[in-house]
């Protein structure tokens, strides 16, 4: 049945698994549905399921997000990003291997189990395990690696074969798992309606743009956001601080906030314990400098700061839709901090990826291996002309930050003048890559790989 479709031909039913209440309401359409599709979807609820007859393309939409975000959290599916880069693994068999040793979480199991395909459990597990449907996880608002698909495929009660793991890793497909995995873009998706004719957003771009062409100077060099601490944030703010960079950008370090709940243990040992310090310290940068490592305890003990003051906004907010338009007009490049900054454990773009060309700004981005690639791939212009992108290709996350700070060294070691210039001579790959992202729709779109 599957893998046998033409495009134009293909009608698929989709059935929900959230409640009905929640099919039309404002976070609910963040997710996937509120993009277009190339094919003909019917939805339905789970609760209308019947087993489709011969020909028919039927899943079942399971949403890792909202009502089944427990179930499916980074420490049940992916135990290993919880622990860092500490543990690596060297194939799929390993990795396997050594989640059979973990014990997994029986109350969680028990809880949601029965809980997914209500009121048709049996009818569906039977229909899957017999190939007459695909169950869908939708995930792709993430980048998880190393997941553990055994614990997934346990806790809905399906064999791997009749899973399908939607993912946001570009390079999902390529991982090794025995699961069916793919790749969507939906950040790219979510940002192109700020690209699109009637968002009133429009406006700023093309002030943006007026500001290009009439070679306005601006005060400062880039913008650098750091709302959420990680540890490959910490390495990136530690090495600027370092090169006495900071200065003349536009930043924000939330750091170790005393009111993020996630923060309090690492907080209480940075706070606590010196030796820990020591050791967390030579553990994100051996290898490294006297200098380096001192920079990094500074850093480690910042909190809450804009531009090296308290900061005025609130940085426990997901700023992840916010524009400050007062900043763009007034820096010549964003400088990016992605979600994850692995050694090519995953390639995850978040919105931040796409931000740039929503708001008419070249960039430079410290993230996965590859990530500057896959924007290229997706038809976007990255500047190679003007800026350095080889960092992008080191696979080991230390030599590609050190690659990375010699690129922002040399556009920070430019005039402002000079600066003024090289965004005119960018406008028209400015306009391209703002085209570019209003056709996010016609990339990756789910069931493609039918």
């Given at each position: 049945m599957y893998g046998q479709h033409k495009t134009t031909m293909r009608k698929i039913t989709l059935y929900i698994t959230e409640e009905l209440s929640d099919l039309s309401d404002k976070v609910h359409k963040q997710f996937w549905w509120r993009h277009q599709s190339p094919y003909t979807i019917v939805q339905k609820h789970i609760s209308d399921y019947t087993t489709p007859k011969t020909g028919e393309e039927v899943y079942i939409m399971v949403n890792a997000y909202k009502k089944w975000h427990t179930p499916f959290s980074m420490h049940l599916i992916s135990p290993l990003m919880c622990e860092g880069p500490r543990f690596k693994y060297s194939n799929i068999s390993e990795l396997e291997t050594y989640y059979k040793e973990m014990r997994l979480d029986s109350d969680v199991i028990?809880?949601?189990?029965?809980?997914?395909?209500?009121?048709?459990?049996?009818?569906?597990?039977?229909?899957?395990?017999?190939g007459k449907i695909r169950i869908m996880l939708f995930h792709a608002l993430e980048g998880y690696y190393a997941l553990n698909f055994n614990y997934i495929c346990d806790i809905l009660g399906i064999p791997k074969e009749s899973l399908i793991y939607v993912s946001g890793d570009a390079n999902i497909s390529d991982r090794g798992y025995d699961v069916e995995c793919h790749f969507y873009n939906y950040w790219e998706?979510?940002?192109?309606?700020?690209?699109?004719?009637?968002?009133?957003?429009n406006i700023n771009f093309k002030k943006q743009l007026e500001l290009i062409?009439?070679?306005?100077?601006?005060?400062?060099?880039?913008?650098?956001?750091?709302?959420?601490?990680?540890?490959?944030?910490?390495?990136?703010?530690?090495?600027?601080?370092?090169d006495n960079l900071l200065s003349n950008m536009i930043w924000s370090w939330g750091g170790l906030k005393k009111n993020d709940p996630h923060m309090n243990d690492l907080r209480k040992s940075v706070k606590t314990y010196p030796q820990f310090v020591e050791g967390y310290i030579d553990y994100l940068s051996s290898g490294e400098s006297q200098e380096t490592k001192a920079a990094m305890k500074e850093v480690l003990n910042w909190e809450n700061l804009q531009n090296g003051k308290t900061s005025i906004e609130d940085l426990n907010i997901n700023l992840v839709w916010t524009l400050n338009f007062d900043h763009i007009y007034n820096v010549y490049y964003q400088l990016i901090c992605e979600t994850w900054a692995t050694d090519g454990e995953t390639c995850f773009l978040s919105e931040k990826a796409y931000k740039p060309f929503m708001l008419g700004q070249p960039f430079v981005q410290w993230g996965d291996p590859g990530a500057v690639s896959v924007l290229r791939d997706s038809g976007y212009d990255t500047y190679d002309n003007w800026i350095d992108h080889s960092y992008e290709l080191l696979p080991n996350a230390q030599d590609r930050l050190n690659s990375l700070n010699q690129t922002v060294t040399k556009l920070n070691s430019m005039s402002f003048a000079e600066h003024t210039e090289m965004l005119y001579e960018m406008r028209h790959v400015i306009e391209h890559n703002f085209y570019n992202l209003s056709l996010a729709d016609t990339r990756h779109s789910l069931f493609d790989w039918g």
């Open positions: 028990i809880r949601y189990k029965e809980e997914f395909f209500k009121p048709h459990t049996n009818k569906i597990r039977t229909d899957a395990a017999n998706r979510s940002s192109k309606i700020f690209a699109q004719d009637e968002d009133p957003k062409t009439k070679k306005t100077p601006r005060p400062y060099y880039n913008t650098f956001y750091n709302r959420q601490y990680r540890d490959h944030r910490l390495q990136i703010m530690a090495s600027l601080h370092r």
